[in-house]
């Protein structure tokens, strides 16, 4: 009788990553508390995650090469401050901290100028520039010095990676380049921002534009100042990052024509219900005839067959112009906490991949 052989599980050598998180708002208080209830979630990635380090404008800063116990500063309310714990201050000192905390990867989560990109933008040079690997969710440093900063990573031996900057946890830069290798990539059009196209939902169900903006603001949706969203320029930001990132081009936001929903009325909205069409807000980015490439930000009445027609509330959507499967479309949410949350495991695990491949090589 043959001797039973019993397979014992391969050992799994568990990396252990030091996080510093800039910015202490809703996603990267949403990452911290995966980190703290969900270990087994990076266990079985390979990987461990240890907050290190954490700065805030309104909580300051806190630096503990131990680790830091997330349940205690998560439950800290509002107000309070960091000073008086060990390692800690009431100032954020953003560049120290970043420059000097025992950190592997500097996590930029803060609220960013559309304008300049700034802060993000120093605190990514910050970071990369003292051998740290970055992900964040901000548009600004990604739409206007991506390229430069990217080189800078590659330059320094790190990562700078920014999935949630433009679908929030829904992929698009990394499926394009992982799922549509061998295609040509021709167009990227999209519903980038589902405030707007809430508001022409609800517009579609006989509300004024004022009364449709209101109701997003009332259910979060919207901010208190809706300008961004509603004026297009959101979309401008991410319009900029798909047609540099995917495209090969190199345009700069304040090259995308940009016409937001300002001036979209109720009776267009139903003139076109009655023909068949949707108004959505649209971002495209387009490889033209002579491989110059257009962008754009514009309302359209999209015709029911559409790909994007379909897409209602808050979500968003993508929809990539290939030479061989015609439009390959993927949609998901576009904002929420925990949804963005997700893009920085999703950018972590990228980094995970670059320094073991690193590593084997």
Sequence with gaps: MEDSITALPKEINVTTYNLALIGFGGVNRALAELIRDEPQR????????????????????????????????????RGSSFDGLPGGSSDPRNEEVIK??????????????????????????????????????????????????????????????YEGAVMSGTPVIRLA??????????????????????????????????????????LGYAEADPTADIGGSDVRLKVAILANE????????????????????????????????????????????DGSITASVQPIALPADHPLAGISGATNAVSFTTDLLGAVTVSGPGAGRVETAYALISDIIAVDEFAKGAVRA
Excluded: C
Aim: glycine letters at 10%; zero cysteines; proline letters at 3%.
């Design 100 to 161: 000097n905390s025992p950190a592997d990867i500097v996590v930029e989560a803060t609220f960013t100028s559309p304008i300049d990109g700034e802060p993000a933008v120093s605190h990514v040079k910050w970071a990369i520039e003292s051998g740290r690997h970055v992900v964040t969710t901000n548009k600004g440093p990604v739409a206007l010095h991506g390229t430069q900063l990217s080189k800078l990573a590659a330059n320094n031996g790190v990562r700078f990676e």
């Design 246 to 289: 995917l495209l090969g081009a190199t345009i700069h936001p304040n090259d995308v024509e940009t016409t937001g929903i300002q001036d979209i009325k109720s009776d267009d909205v139903a003139q076109a219900l009655t023909g068949g069409f949707r108004w959505k807000l649209i971002g495209e980015a387009r490889r033209e005839s």
């Design 177 to 218: 380049h992982k799922m549509l290798g061998g295609l040509e990539l021709n167009a990227v059009q999209g519903i980038l921002n589902g405030t707007s196209n809430y508001v022409l939902g609800r517009m579609e169900a006989g509300l004024h534009l004022d009364e449709a903006i209101a109701e997003a603001q009332a």
């Design 42 to 77: 990076f266990a079985s990635l390979g990987f461990e995650l240890r907050v290190v380090a954490i700065t805030d404008l309104a909580f300051g800063s806190l630096v503990q090469g131990d680790g830091i116990d997330l349940a205690a500063v998560l439950a800290m309310p």
